[in-house]
């Protein structure tokens, strides 16, 4: 077999191309030796040589080497410990802040340092305010790896950014509560996906209170787009055309083949006020007819869904800034301090939250602050004070008076007038209780959903 090294080298010289073409001639000639069996044991010992006075080696690492960099930098998000840091990032800038505070106070008298520590402390808290008010923004987009073939943001990766998302609501609304040990355990989380975030596009991730009651409370995430950017309202229209039109068709059909006008119908999850037909004449509010091959907790779960999403559809509506919502994700969490679960009221109410304000001096003038404070403070200056003098790290820098309060502090006091986080939030009572009727339905449909495939079926 005889190889031109003289043509391979003018060919590799043209570029990556004219490479390509030479190696598919090259596996095309000893393909013809492997079916001729003529000379194949010297073609292969020859193949580096002739490779090698090409110069096709070298220029095919180096195509290699830039499609390895590509592709690290495509899929560099997905790369190991990076998920950590994007979660982690935010507890470490506040710990370094502390200390920076720290060394700024360094040559002050021990008291004096103790106050100004203090109210260091006070200002990363979110003093005054309202709970329902409170919002967190996280800024994200859709790479590469968290993208699906579709060209849209992953279903996967909507769990995967809700992460960090998350982590920095709780580390700058609760900064209290995590310095004392504490930590999130999280029970369910329910995504409803309203419209699809094309890949490269930046979003963000809108993280609120949605309720809470002795033992849990709900996170209510947007991710949400600015109008310019969004698709939602195209494909709202077109949505809302298309189901216009097959309401007509459908009605006609069923009055065409004989069967009744009247479909008992349940709310879907849409924003436009659609309804989807129930089969045999169910209804949403339990009194459905059994079908003779239904199974009785898939319907438990359709309806208990079906009522929730009714229920919580103002969560898809667009923010008040116009910001369009393409995905909705309600969590169900509790606080924690090691295994002893912490009433969320307790936790809001230390950090400073409260559903009234009142309007304090401070000597540059009028802010706001929750009624209850001047007793939180009083409460941790007399677990933290001795001999009548604040500590030089502050009574809220004291990771023992907060843990022992959180632990269970706060069950001791048996004065009512000093059981400030009681009072908190009296005005939103009512609200709250409202709230929580409509969240928790969600939980109650994806509770059924384990007795699915597990009942027996009706008769």
Same mark, same amino acid.
């Given at each position: 077999?005889?190889?031109?090294?003289? #043509?391979?080298?003018? /060919?590799?010289?043209?570029?990556?191309?004219?490479?390509?073409?030479?190696?598919?001639?090259?596996? $095309?000639?000893?393909?013809?030796?492997?079916?001729?069996?003529?000379?194949? +044991?010297?073609?292969? /010992?020859?193949?580096?040589?002739?490779?090698?006075?090409?110069?096709?080696?070298?220029? *095919?690492?180096?195509?290699?080497?830039?499609?390895?960099?590509?592709?690290?930098?495509?899929?560099?998000?997905?790369?190991?410990?990076?998920?950590?840091?994007?979660?982690?990032?935010?507890?470490?800038? /506040?710990?370094?802040?502390?200390?920076? $505070?720290?060394?700024?106070?360094?040559?002050?008298?021990?008291?004096?340092?103790?106050?100004?520590?203090?109210?260091?402390?006070?200002?990363? *808290?979110?003093?005054?305010?309202?709970?329902?008010?409170?919002?967190?923004?996280? !800024?994200?987009?859709?790479?590469?790896?968290?993208?699906?073939?579709?060209?849209?943001?992953?279903?996967?990766?909507?769990?995967?950014?809700?992460?960090?998302?998350?982590?920095?609501?709780?580390?700058?609304?609760? &900064?209290?509560?995590?310095?004392?040990?504490?930590?999130?355990?999280?029970?369910?989380?329910?995504?409803?996906?309203?419209?699809?975030?094309? =890949?490269?596009?930046?979003?963000?991730?809108? !993280?609120?209170?949605?309720?809470? %009651?002795?033992?849990?409370?709900?996170?209510?995430?947007?991710?949400?787009?600015?109008?310019?950017?969004?698709?939602?309202?195209?494909?709202?229209?077109?949505?809302?055309?298309?189901?216009?039109?097959?309401?007509?068709?459908?009605?006609?059909?069923?009055?065409?083949?004989?069967?009744?006008?009247?479909?008992?119908?349940?709310?879907?999850?849409?924003?436009?006020?659609?309804?989807?037909?129930? &089969?045999?004449?169910?209804?949403?509010?339990?009194?459905?007819?059994? +079908?003779?091959?239904? @199974?009785?907790? *898939?319907?438990?779960? %359709?309806?208990?869904?079906?009522?929730?999403?009714?229920?919580?559809?103002? #969560?898809?509506?667009?923010?008040? @800034?116009?910001?369009?919502?393409?995905?909705?994700?309600?969590?169900?969490?509790?606080?924690?301090?090691?295994? =002893?679960?912490?009433?969320?009221?307790?936790?809001?109410?230390?950090?400073?939250?409260?559903?009234?304000?009142?309007?304090?001096?401070?000597?540059?003038?009028?802010?706001?602050?929750?009624?209850?404070?001047?007793?939180?403070?009083?409460?941790?200056?007399?677990?933290? #004070?001795?001999?009548?003098? =604040?500590?030089?790290?502050?009574?809220?820098?004291?990771?023992?008076?907060?843990?022992?309060?959180?632990?269970?502090?706060?069950?001791?006091?048996?004065?009512?007038?000093?059981?400030?986080?009681?009072?908190?939030? @009296?005005?939103?009572?009512?609200?709250? #209780?409202?709230?929580?009727?409509?969240?928790?339905?969600? =939980?109650?449909?994806?509770?059924?959903?384990?007795?699915?495939?597990?009942?027996?079926?009706?008769?």
């Amino acid at each position: 077999m005889a190889l031109n090294p003289t #043509a391979i080298n003018a /060919l590799a010289s043209s570029g990556p191309s004219a490479i390509a073409i030479q190696a598919v001639r090259i596996a $095309q000639t000893y393909a013809r030796c492997l079916v001729s069996g003529k000379d194949l +044991t010297a073609a292969l /010992l020859g193949l580096p040589t002739t490779l090698r006075n090409a110069g096709v080696g070298a220029k *095919l690492l180096k195509l290699l080497k830039a499609l390895v960099c590509v592709l690290v930098v495509l899929n560099l998000r997905s790369f190991p410990l990076i998920w950590h840091w994007r979660v982690l990032r935010w507890g470490s800038g /506040l710990r370094w802040a502390n200390r920076f $505070q720290r060394l700024q106070t360094i040559t002050y008298p021990p008291h004096i340092r103790g106050r100004l520590q203090d109210k260091y402390s006070e200002s990363m *808290l979110p003093l005054g305010q309202h709970p329902y008010d409170y919002v967190s923004k996280y !800024t994200s987009f859709a790479s590469f790896d968290e993208s699906d073939l579709f060209m849209h943001l992953s279903n996967s990766s909507y769990a995967k950014t809700l992460d960090p998302a998350r982590v920095k609501m709780g580390l700058q609304m609760l &900064p209290l509560f995590f310095k004392a040990g504490g930590w999130v355990a999280l029970s369910s989380t329910h995504f409803h996906y309203v419209c699809e975030i094309p =890949i490269l596009s930046s979003f963000e991730v809108r !993280t609120r209170i949605g309720a809470w %009651d002795n033992k849990w409370f709900y996170v209510v995430s947007k991710f949400v787009m600015p109008p310019s950017k969004s698709k939602k309202g195209a494909n709202k229209a077109r949505s809302q055309a298309r189901k216009v039109g097959t309401s007509t068709t459908n009605g006609n059909a069923l009055h065409a083949n004989g069967s009744s006008s009247t479909t008992s119908t349940e709310p879907s999850s849409s924003t436009t006020g659609a309804t989807t037909p129930y &089969p045999n004449g169910q209804t949403i509010n339990g009194s459905a007819t059994a +079908t003779a091959n239904g @199974d009785s907790s *898939l319907k438990v779960v %359709d309806q208990l869904l079906a009522q929730a999403q009714a229920e919580v559809s103002d #969560a898809e509506e667009d923010e008040p @800034d116009g910001w369009k919502v393409h995905t909705v994700a309600v969590s169900r969490s509790c606080f924690k301090i090691g295994r =002893i679960t912490v009433p969320p009221q307790v936790v809001f109410a230390l950090n400073g939250l409260s559903s009234e304000t009142v309007g304090v001096s401070n000597g540059k003038g009028v802010v706001k602050e929750p009624p209850h404070w001047p007793q939180v403070r009083e409460t941790f200056t007399k677990a933290t #004070a001795k001999g009548g003098k =604040i500590p030089a790290t502050g009574s809220f820098s004291d990771t023992k008076a907060l843990t022992k309060f959180l632990r269970g502090g706060w069950k001791e006091e048996t004065n009512e007038d000093l059981k400030w986080w009681d009072r908190t939030f @009296d005005t939103v009572q009512e609200e709250n #209780a409202d709230r929580m009727r409509k969240l928790h339905l969600l =939980i109650g449909g994806l509770l059924e959903a384990e007795r699915v495939g597990v009942s027996k079926r009706a008769n």
